[in-house]
């Protein structure tokens, strides 16, 4: 295990009814940039329960509303404008990873004098950020309690992550009920996001790192195991709070922290959404089985198989043999789920790959297995 520094510094209230804890804002100062999506929290009701709380805290409200999915650097800025004219004491994001993304470098981006876009660009010139709170409505990145906001600008095809312990938010409420109305789509392809980043932290070369790993299995056999009871039954309130937590727990650090290693099918699959802007978690539920079967060799079984043994209860003495059989479980799942199983389902051809390809070796390097330019088209090719 390597030496680390645990810091996981934001306050989560969890469970039915917690957003009465918005009140806490006022600690903060009494200005507030409110980030919202397209609209699901006006339709769900939570829109007005939170501007109710802001407002018996006289707390001021300013809006920075229609972030899209795979959220755009315009946005951002615009949340920095309103910010700036405005003394912003602190923003608050409800909504999913792209809202609770987005409104974290405009947090950083009003702490800062030149273009937000820098600071997605360089993470080390974030100095300083506003206070962030957020409210989650969809379980999937885990951006309500890490470090990290990934930003897009389609005008270049560029969307990159950026990661700063400023970016971490102060607090954050996290009610399942308030996922009851993700849909189908969305539900399945968080569900593959928050497995992915189980799996991008699993697939380490630290050894001997078994705290992490067998964490990171409970948590992996708790998504393949919820979301498909969410997927029939959205209102299912342990399905939802188990995916929910799951969620946070996959990219907090807690298991990352002395197991670290290069992610690299995040990379792989940035491309595909700065080129083709795809819906994040249908990218990885694509690409994870091929990247799977391209990195399983005589080397990297062993962890295959405990993966398989341990996530799967797959029965199979020989190492490579189970590896396989983890494998094709994981790939059936993402179908079950109904999630895309090739490029090609999602409108991409290969086009780009090449270019794509480049720009993702660089994310990769220091990844389980190293992967060149050339193996990210060979991984491209094998999905499409
Ligand atoms: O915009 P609204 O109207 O809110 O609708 C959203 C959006 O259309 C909808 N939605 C959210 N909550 C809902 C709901 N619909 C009904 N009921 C609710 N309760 O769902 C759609 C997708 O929302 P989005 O926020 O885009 O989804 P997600 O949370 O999957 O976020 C994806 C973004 O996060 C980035 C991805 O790359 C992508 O840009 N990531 C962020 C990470 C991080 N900060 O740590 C890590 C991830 O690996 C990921 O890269
Ligand atoms: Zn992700």
Request: proline share 4%.
């Amino acid at each position: 295990m390597n030496n680390f520094t645990y810091s996981i510094p934001t306050k989560i209230h969890f469970g039915k009814g917690q957003i009465s804890h918005l009140s806490e804002l006022s600690e903060s100062g009494n200005k507030v940039l409110l980030c919202y999506g397209g609209g699901s929290i006006k339709k769900a009701g939570i829109y007005d329960e939170a501007v109710k709380i802001l407002k018996e805290e006289d707390m001021e409200i300013f809006e920075l509303s229609g972030i899209a999915p795979n959220p755009k650097i315009e946005s951002v800025r615009e949340g920095v404008k309103l910010c700036k004219e405005n003394s912003i004491d602190m923003v608050l994001a409800i909504g999913g990873g792209s809202v609770i993304d987005c409104a974290k470098v405009v947090a950083a981006g009003a702490c800062y004098d030149g273009d937000p876009w820098d600071l997605v660009i360089t993470p080390r010139w974030i100095k300083k950020a506003l206070p962030i709170y957020s409210v989650l409505t969809l379980s999937a990145t885990g951006s309500e309690m890490d470090k990290f906001a990934v930003i897009s600008d389609m005008s270049k095809n560029e969307k990159w992550g950026t990661a700063s312990d400023h970016m971490k938010p102060k607090m954050s409420i996290l009610d399942p009920e308030y996922t009851y109305s993700v849909s189908k789509k969305q539900t399945a392809a968080g569900t593959a996001d928050i497995i992915s980043h189980i799996c991008e932290n699993y697939f380490t070369n630290v050894k001997n790192a078994d705290v992490q790993a067998r964490f990171a299995e409970g948590l992996l056999k708790n998504c393949f195991k919820y979301g498909p009871v969410a997927l029939e039954e959205p209102d299912n309130y342990d399905a939802r709070a188990n995916l929910m937590w799951t969620a946070s727990m996959a990219i907090n650090g807690m298991i990352q922290y002395g197991a670290e290693v290069a992610w690299c099918v995040h990379p792989m699959e940035h491309e595909l959404s700065a080129f083709y802007d795809i819906t994040h978690g249908e990218g990885l539920a694509i690409l994870t089985p091929h990247w799977m079967e391209f990195a399983l060799n005589d080397d990297t079984a062993y962890k295959f198989a405990d993966y398989a043994r341990n996530v799967w209860d797959v029965v199979n003495d020989d190492d490579m043999a189970a590896a396989k059989e983890g494998i094709a479980y994981t790939r059936e799942y993402f179908k079950k789920m109904g999630l895309p199983q090739t490029l090609t389902d999602v409108g991409i051809d290969k086009e780009y790959f090449d270019i794509m390809a480049q720009k993702a070796a660089d994310g990769c390097k220091g990844s389980f297995v190293p992967l060149s330019k050339e193996d990210i088209v060979s991984i491209y090719e094998a999905a499409l």
